[in-house]
């Protein structure tokens, strides 16, 4: 911290660029010149010298995150490289130079700590509260400092330098007990303080990191030293530490800090040196007490992890559980949890066992819990915690014991068994995996995941599981699952319960594990954790064994077996099954030395050690205990019972001189322990002066009067086991030593490394294990088995007792039914939920309760899904169908071409929309508008292509009036909705299903059986007669208009929800605006776009067939009813009405062309069937008679057959036509002329001659008009797929308007299938002839005349304009399935050409550039650049090209949002990298590569029009996309 002399321009430079924060062009500047090699040198000898200068510049910065970055942009490039560093820290001192800076940076933010004695303690701890550690803003030191240690040469100066040493421990101690916290006992904390995140940060980055990196040097056996003098200093520091806070050998209560970085040195060092340096663990070891100092901060630790997670520390706030979930979380655990689990192996290894499991259950506060007395008083802890902090206490001791991971794994063994832990909980992705295996935290110190090892454990451990997509919509990433064999034999619940953060997680692990066994067959009921036999342990550690081997445990394990038996409170399942893993621990490691029968009785025993003879587990086991003296409250029911027990025949008195009830106090021993290894460690001198333990445990004050009883027991362990067994099994007896059948058994065992099974197996294993080492004990377990065991729960049972016994049974017995009922629920629930989730599946589907039992009661019945009742519609209350109404123009993307476009990624690949449907669509429209009438034109063809509005629905019906009311329940709640109710928008009360309209039910009968099951005999000039009079009648219609009934209005209300679906540029396409005939026009055409639509959702075509199933869906019916009200509202003039040019003929043509001035009517040959056939049914009175459909598709078609004709005729060269003209004339007398297909095309061929619209072509045009040479099967073919379009159609409309089931077929007779199904076939056609379509042929009058008139008309327009009359010939009708653009395999040829792209619009490079995938414009996303009359370019591109719905690829993130009018949602990536992954924004940056089923669930969602309801997650966007 000298003074700076500045005597080169270079350091007054670098000073002023300090001084100003590192301006970011002098730092360009000064690195630029780092080439020259004298520079570099003098440069970083500068750097150095100012380094304290740039430490307080940086304390006092405000923007120290941008001033960091920039040191360290620049002393990385200096630091890194290990000759310079090695140069500058032999000549300037370097390490010194950091090392006292960063304890100066330190120094200026430490407070006095709290720990232990807070009025005496010396030792000063960083405030985690101040800015410099709030903000991390040491990083850039400690970074340098971590870089530098990276160098071997540089990290050996640290290591040898004591007196760098000695600071730095001084620097590490600052850190150690900082962010204390106190249990809150009474209030809830006020304010939760978010300190930890920096506590956290700063130990993980300040002290392990620099640690990590020093022992990556300390790897070999000649850096023995480097490891001796780290110890020593880190064992200073500590002694140091303990003298500062005043610590004796008791915690203070209720406090605990998870910092404690000088133990975690020393525990790291210490194993470094045993498993690389083969050095001897205790030359490095302190004396007994300070070893019993050290175990006491991370014992208490364990404990209060018990506590946090025993809810005792809830009224700290949230903030506690986050410091215990840290504490163990992947990026933290191997520097905090394992470190301290480790040390505590240590001393428990060196330490006197008896002391160290009395201090263990001191410290979770359960001693009092621990005797045989059925009640007791705890005077630290509340009963509700009793039972899961014994349960913590327990699983400790499991962990402690069971652990290897720092006393004998290799590296190797210790990532298989992470990866197995991690696996076991659930299915991981590979990137949650690497981030989940703890990883050295130093990034410079060598394992690094992604290496070579990770992915070999990997592929041995797990299968990889390909990425799918369930059918509730939710994406799955390609996971890895644990392999069968991993189940089966490396499964570790003690590793699991030591790496979960969540506690669910270790029932996630837990269930998994059942599944397996049930599903493999292994085991069938409900298994225990598995028993797995360990690692062996290095021998330095052998010691830690003798705590299985103490009595104090085994006392311990007897009292918790004999209260299991007895079914005393707060005890768990999960208690047993820890007690019988430690003695299954203890029966593995069991001391070989101890001889066989040995009896050890030596010298005068001490009060506890008359419980058992000697110290080993398996001949303590079948010692039996006779009485207990026990402490208990007045009330127990153990002192009603002592009187008794005074008059029996062994009488009391000769007991209390022998003495031999058992006593026993876990206090006490460990009080006696502790003076005694004092004593032998200190000489008496200062001995004196020692204070008093706290007083809190030696006075209970407030405790109730404690009477001593005595207990008579009479059992060993082996007999409680075996008793255990019985009371498992629920049979008496049911225990059957299996030597008993065959002795081999116990002299060549057949014990698997691993057990799966429950606690009966365990039981069983246990005492198979104690036989086979003890000829005693299997000689007293065969004793037990031979008497008959009496029943279990104890002689002594009081009525009270037995009262609460049966009631507790009652109650489970309850609380099982009750779960019962639940899960059966809940099941329930779950399938209705999965089939009215379903959404592409109408099969499985609840069916719209429409109930048609009799032929003759055809009233339609609906349930109302709000009120629960059923009933039909009614003029007065009309019932409606919840549905969805949208606008769409997935129509309008098909193209006559079955191959998808595919995404331009170069500048010469455009698309151009000039082929799709509503691009020819809209030509033709204009064509005609320029040519003929305008109204005329708006009959001639539907519109709806891009705009048109689609109907779907859920099924559920509802009151008009319940659907009013539900709505203003919606308008006036409160909670954040992911749709606007008041745009009419709601979810279907029953299944959610999002939905924004009501469409009313007509009343009567769903399908009108009486009326069209009828076969009519009338002639087919009848019932075209009748049809014209029906379609004249005004308002024929049974709800007159004029009356406004409840169900008119709804009607109305409906028409108008539909036309306010879609924008007005896609209603309006008269040329005088607001007419008439555009309102006539876009009611038929809605229902033309649900047709179309429906054909497309079915593939295409209708070869599937399908029941009326679909029904159950579809609203058409209802909709039909709508549109045909308010079409009813226009008449068409009777002169213009189609139906009369179809079906009679005119007397003079010439009248029908119109004066010169008026532009004439649309020739009937220029007209769209399908939309002829809508406007015909739309205009009869609803409901229809079958026989009258019948006629008009009959009629309609004469007309399609003429129109292929007439195309045909056009299509064919001059040579063809003469050729036709000729056969036909032959033909032409025959008596089936005006079913032949000849005859006929040669008649319109000489018709259509007598104009010029075959004249005025060239010669070079016909041969590019006709390359094919026309055969008659080509001709038929041309003629069918002209004509398959309009019967698909119809047949559709017949199916939902009369309920019949549509045929399935294959895909060259469909043709022949639909033309009998609508009746166009006579019914006694034979199939023995190829089928011709014009058999299909019923003319409504002379056909010669009426074809004549229908040329007539095209005739004249051609005169005057051939190429256009040729053109509205040829229709095109082959449209293909529409399709999403074909993308690239893989992502990078999509970034590399649009992340850098230019927007046409603002000629600017986009910051976040999009992609439409369904027309491949490229568009900003957010760019205010793009902006319109404040629309987005996304969402004005949503308008434009979807009509509303817009699916586009942002394309720096890789993922697809889904823009679906005023909301927008994120879809999920079509891209996952090569483990199935995703990787939104890019941020691991891994290769990736198109997923085709993710693209075709997409795509199937668009053309389903289904992204509504199956994607949950949607917002408003307010047009800011």
Not at 439 to 466: C, H, M, Q, T, W
Not at 507 to 535: E, V
């Amino acid at each position: 911290m000298d003074v700076l002399k500045h005597k080169s321009f270079l350091e007054e430079l670098l000073f002023w660029t300090i001084k100003y924060e590192f301006p970011q062009k002098m730092v360009t500047f000064l690195l630029n010149m780092l080439p020259d090699q004298e520079y570099k040198v003098a440069f970083t000898k500068t750097f150095v010298q100012h380094y304290a200068f740039i430490m307080k510049t940086l304390k006092k910065s405000h923007e120290s995150d941008t001033m960091s970055n920039r040191i360290v942009h620049i002393s990385v490039q200096l630091f890194s490289n290990e000759e310079l560093a090695r140069q500058v820290t032999e000549e300037c001192q370097l390490l010194d130079i950091m090392v006292t800076v960063l304890l100066y940076m330190m120094e200026s933010c430490l407070i006095k700590s709290e720990l232990q004695d807070e009025e005496n303690s010396l030792h000063v701890v960083v405030n985690c509260g101040e800015a410099l550690l709030k903000n991390n803003t040491y990083w850039p030191l400690v970074s340098d400092f971590i870089n530098i240690l990276s160098h071997q040469s540089v990290a050996k100066r640290f290591l040898e330098d004591h007196g760098l040493l000695v600071t730095w421990m001084n620097f590490v101690s600052f850190f150690q007990g900082m962010n204390l916290n106190k249990r809150e006992l009474n209030e809830h904390v006020e304010f939760e303080s978010q300190t930890y995140y920096a506590a956290f940060a700063a130990e993980l980055e300040a002290c392990a990191q620099p640690m990590w990196g020093l022992l990556s040097h300390c790897k070999v056996r000649e850096t023995q030293e480097y490891t001796r003098n780290v110890v020593r200093y880190c064992l200073e520091a500590l002694q140091d530490w303990f003298d500062a806070i005043n610590f004796v050998d008791e915690p203070a209560p209720n406090q605990v800090t998870f910092h404690l970085p000088l133990h975690r040195y020393y525990a790291m060092f210490l194993s470094k040196a045993v498993k690389c340096q083969e050095l001897d663990l205790d030359s490095l070891l302190p004396d007994q007490e300070m070893l019993m100092k050290l175990m006491i901060h991370p014992l208490q630790i364990q404990a209060s992890l018990a506590e946090i997670h025993s809810n005792m520390w809830v009224r700290n706030g949230l903030q506690i559980k986050g410091q215990a979930m840290t504490y163990v979380q992947s990026h933290f655990c191997n520097s905090m949890i394992d470190p301290d689990i480790y040390l505590l192996q240590v001393c428990a290894s060196r330490l006197d066992p008896d002391y160290f499991i009395s201090s263990v259950f001191e410290r979770f506060k359960v001693v009092d819990l621990l005797t045989m007395a059925s009640q007791h008083h705890n005077t630290v802890l509340d009963v509700e915690h009793e039972r899961s902090m014994l349960e913590g206490a327990l699983t400790f001791l499991v962990i402690l014991l069971s652990l290897r991971l720092h006393l004998g794994m290799s590296d190797d063994e210790i990532l298989r068994a992470e990866m197995v832990a991690q696996l076991c909980m659930n299915d991981r992705t590979h990137s949650s995996l690497l981030d989940l295996i703890p990883e050295n935290p130093n990034p410079k110190s060598g394992i690094i995941p992604g290496s070579y090892s990770f992915e070999s454990v990997l592929s041995a451990v797990a299968d990889f599981k390909a990425p799918v997509f369930e059918p509730g919509g939710s994406m799955q990433q390609g996971m890895y699952t644990p392999k069968a064999e991993v189940w089966d034999q490396e499964f570790d619940p003690v590793m699991v319960i030591l790496r979960t953060v969540y506690r669910r997680d270790v029932q996630s692990a837990m269930d998994r594990y059942t599944a397996f066994l049930k599903q493999s067959g292994k085991f069938p009921g409900n298994p225990w954790p598995p028993y797995k036999k360990r690692t062996s342990l290095h021998p330095s550690y052998k010691g830690l064994m003798r705590l299985l081997h103490c009595k104090t445990l085994h006392i311990v394990l007897f009292t918790l077996l004999y209260k299991i038996l007895m079914d005393h409170q707060n005890l768990s399942e999960h208690v047993l099954c820890m007690v019988l893993y430690l003695i299954e621990l203890g029966l593995e490691n069991s001391a070989e030395d101890d001889s066989e029968e040995e009896v050890s009785m030596g010298g005068p025993e001490r009060c506890h050690d008359s419980w058992f003879p000697g110290c080993n587990l398996v001949s303590n086991m079948r010692h039996f205990i006779n009485y207990v003296r026990v402490r208990v409250p007045e009330t127990a029911p153990e002192l009603k019972r002592d009187s008794l027990a005074g008059t029996s025949s062994d009488g009391l008195g000769s007991l209390q001189n022998s003495g031999t009830a058992q006593v026993f106090s876990l206090v006490a021993e460990r009080r006696k322990k502790f003076q005694e290894i004092i004593n032998r460690s200190n000489s008496e001198a200062h001995q004196v002066a020692r204070p008093k333990m706290s007083s809190k445990w030696s006075a209970p004050g407030s405790a109730p009067q404690l009477t001593t009883a005595i207990l008579e027991i009479k059992e060993s362990i082996l007999s409680l086991l075996i008793k255990l067994h019985h009371k498992l099994s629920g049979k008496q007896n049911s225990y059957y030593p299996p030597w008993f059948d065959d002795i081999e058994v116990l002299i060549q065992p057949e014990i698997p490394k691993y057990n799966h099974g429950d606690g009966i197996t365990a039981v069983e294993r246990i005492l198979l294990k104690a036989a086979m080492q003890s000829r005693m004990n299997k000689r007293i377990i065969e004793e037990i088995c031979r008497k008959v065991t009496p029943p279990v729960p104890p002689k002594k049972i009081t009525a009270a007792e037995k009262k609460t016994l049966d009631k507790e049974e009652r109650r489970q017995k309850a609380r099982e039914r009750q779960q019962k009922l639940l899960a059966e629920f809940a099941s329930r629930q779950k399938s209705f939920m999965e089939t009215a989730m379903d959404v592409d599946s109408p099969e499985n589907d609840i069916p719209m309760e429409i109930t048609t039992a009799e032929p003759q009661i055809s009233e339609a019945v609906y349930d109302c899904v709000i009120c629960g009742q059923s009933g039909p519609s009614s003029e007065d209350r009309p019932t409606g169908l919840v549905v969805l109404l949208q606008a769409s123009s997935v129509l309008g993307q098909c193209r006559d071409n079955a191959e998808p476009k595919k995404l331009p990624i170069t500048e010469e690949e455009q698309i151009y929309p000039w082929d799709t449907c509503a691009a020819v669509h809209d030509v033709r429209l204009s064509l005609l508008q320029r040519y003929f009438k305008d109204s005329s034109c708006l009959l001639a063809v539907s519109i709806g292509w891009e705009g048109g509005v689609y109907v779907q629905t859920c099924g559920h019906t509802l009151h008009i009036d319940c659907h009013k009311s539900y709505m203003e329940s919606l308008r006036n709640d409160q909670v954040l909705q992911g749709f606007s109710v008041d745009k009419g928008e709601f979810t279907c009360p029953l299944c959610r299903q999002f939905a924004n309209s009501v469409l009313p039910c007509y009343p009567g009968s769903n399908v009108e059986n009486n009326l069209w099951q009828r076969p009519s005999n009338k002639s087919a000039q009848d019932l075209i007669k009748e049809v014209e009079e029906l379609q004249g009648r005004p308002g024929a219609f049974p709800v007159s208009i004029s009356s406004e009934t409840n169900l008119s209005k709804e009607m109305e209300s409906v028409m108008k929800d539909i036309k306010n679906t879609t924008q007005k540029k896609y209603r309006d396409y008269s040329k005088t605006p607001g007419s008439p005939d555009n309102d006539f026009l876009f009611m038929y055409s809605v229902a033309r776009t649900n047709l179309e639509l429906e054909l497309i959702h079915r593939g295409g075509n209708l070869c599937s067939g399908g029941a009326s199933t679909a029904g159950k869906r579809s609203c058409l019916n209802q909709l039909f009813h709508v549109l045909a009200l308010h079409m009813r509202l226009y008449t068409i003039d009777s002169e213009y009405n189609p139906w009369k040019k179809l079906t009679q003929l005119v007397e003079d043509m010439n009248s029908q062309l119109g004066n010169e001035e008026q532009q004439p009517e649309v020739p009937i040959l220029y007209h769209d069937v399908t939309s002829l056939l809508l406007i015909q049914i739309l205009m009869m009175p609803q409901p229809l008679r079958k026989e009258h459909f019948t006629c008009i598709v009959k009629v309609l078609f004469t007309l399609l057959y003429t129109q292929a004709l007439a195309a045909l005729s056009v299509k064919g060269s001059e040579e063809d036509r003469s050729a036709w003209k000729q056969v036909g004339a032959l033909r032409k007398n025959m008596c089936d002329a005006e079913k032949s297909c000849e005859v006929l095309l040669s008649f319109v061929i000489s018709e259509l001659s007598k104009g010029k619209l075959y004249c005025e072509e060239g010669t070079q045009e016909c041969a590019v008009v006709s390359p094919i040479a026309w055969s008659p099967e080509s001709m038929e073919k041309y003629i069918q797929t002209f004509c398959l379009p309009f019967l698909r159609i119809s047949s559709l409309l017949q199916h939902h308007l009369f309920g019949e089931d549509l045929p399935s077929c294959q895909e060259e007779e469909e043709f022949s299938v639909l033309a009998s199904c609508l009746g166009l076939l006579p019914t006694f056609y034979q199939t023995d002839h190829p089928f011709i379509s014009a058999s299909c042929l019923d003319w409504p009058v002379a056909a010669f005349d009426i074809v004549t008139q229908w040329c007539f008309e095209i005739r004249s327009f051609t005169e005057r304009h051939a190429e256009q009359g040729k053109a509205l010939l040829i229709q095109e009708s082959r449209w293909k399935l529409p399709h999403l653009l074909q993308l690239p395999e893989n992502y990078n040829t999509i970034f590399q050409y649009y992340h850098r792209k230019t927007c046409s619009v603002c000629t600017k490079v986009p910051k976040d550039p999009a992609v439409c995938l369904v027309c491949g414009t490229f568009v900003c996303l957010k760019g205010l650049c793009c902006k319109q009359q404040s629309y987005c370019e996304c969402v004005l591109h949503s308008q434009n090209c979807g009509a509303g719905t817009g699916i586009f690829l942002l394309i720096n993130a890789s993922v697809i949002i889904i823009i679906r009018g005023h909301r927008f949602c994120l879809w999920g990536s079509v891209y996952l990298d090569a483990h199935g992954e995703e990787d939104r924004d890019l941020r691991r940056g891994k290769p990736l590569y198109i997923c085709e089923e993710r693209y075709k669930v997409l795509e199937q969602q668009w053309i389903s029009h289904t992204f509504d309801h199956i994607n949950k997650r949607w917002g408003p966007h307010y047009n800011g996309l």
